[in-house]
């Protein structure tokens, strides 16, 4: 039950920072490719997150990405995505979720 209340109030989280932000014909081009990388680059973060806790979380308690270091984090997920049956794009998927909320632990 804690995993899903986690898994829905990450999903609002991710909802809410999403861009609604309609492109219109005066928007130059470059507007519009930053809002296609943005969107792009959201769709990911949640497509990481829903990964991870779906398949982490169905086996243990899931560890915030910001628990281990990258280092540490380099050498368990191939364990664990191995174990979990991933293929290589899901695997991936995920290495780039945690990667990234590292990445912003170290920002703030």
Not at 100 to 107: A, C, L, M, N, W
Request: negative net charge; contains cysteine; charged residues 25%.
């Amino acid at each position: 039950m804690k995993m899903l209340v986690y898994f829905l109030l990450c999903a609002a989280i991710i909802a809410g920072c999403a861009s609604t932000k309609k492109v219109t014909e005066e928007e130059t081009v470059t507007e519009k490719e930053m809002t296609s990388v943005e969107n792009s680059t959201v769709d990911a973060f949640a497509e990481g997150q829903m990964l991870f806790v779906q398949n982490c979380g169905s086996c243990h308690v899931l560890h915030l990405p910001t628990t281990f270091s990258k280092e540490k984090w380099e050498k368990i997920l191939p364990v664990m995505i191995r174990k979990a049956k991933l293929g290589e794009p899901e695997g991936d998927v995920i290495h780039q979720y945690i990667f990234s909320e590292i990445e912003k632990g170290t920002q703030d």
